[in-house]
Nanobody, 124 residues
Framework: QVQLIESGGGLVQAGGSLRLSCGVS????????MGWFRQAPGKEREFVAS????????DYLDSVKGRFTISRDNTKNTAYLQMNSLKPEDTANYYC?????????????????WGQGTQVTVSS
């Protein structure tokens, strides 16, 4: 199996920044895509960002474009989500996800493995 462990969440004031990390271990393959999703209380899980196997192609939820940056370091088996200019509406539990395919997708159904989540809370 593949295991993903997120870290870096916390409480931050509006306008602040956080960097989330996702360590990947287990039966991984090099040709994989990573994604970040989030879920607020009472709402469905939504796509935030994804990155292809090489790190050269990315995609973002419209509301986070220009504020969030997804990246990866394949030598460390780690993906990151740098979040700047945070807003209260960014408050959610953030999950990283792993896909057995090198291409990005915003469809959560296309990711086979998920982390446990890390909470991000943004105050006014």
């Amino acid at each position: 199996q593949v295991q993903l462990i997120e870290s870096g969440g916390g409480l931050v004031q509006a306008g602040g920044s956080l960097r989330l990390s996702c360590g990947v271990s287990g039966r991984t393959i090099y040709n994989n895509a990573m994604g970040w999703f989030r879920q607020a209380p009472g709402k469905e899980r939504e796509f935030v960002a994804s990155i292809n196997w090489s790190g050269h192609t990315t995609d973002y939820l419209d509301s986070v474009k220009g504020r969030f940056t997804i990246s990866r370091d394949n030598t460390k088996n780690t993906a990151y989500l740098q979040m700047n200019s945070l807003k209260p509406e960014d408050t959610a539990n953030y999950y990283c996800a792993f896909r057995y395919s090198g291409e990005i997708t915003l469809d959560s159904r296309e990711y086979q493995y998920w982390g446990q989540g890390t909470q991000v809370t943004v105050s006014s």
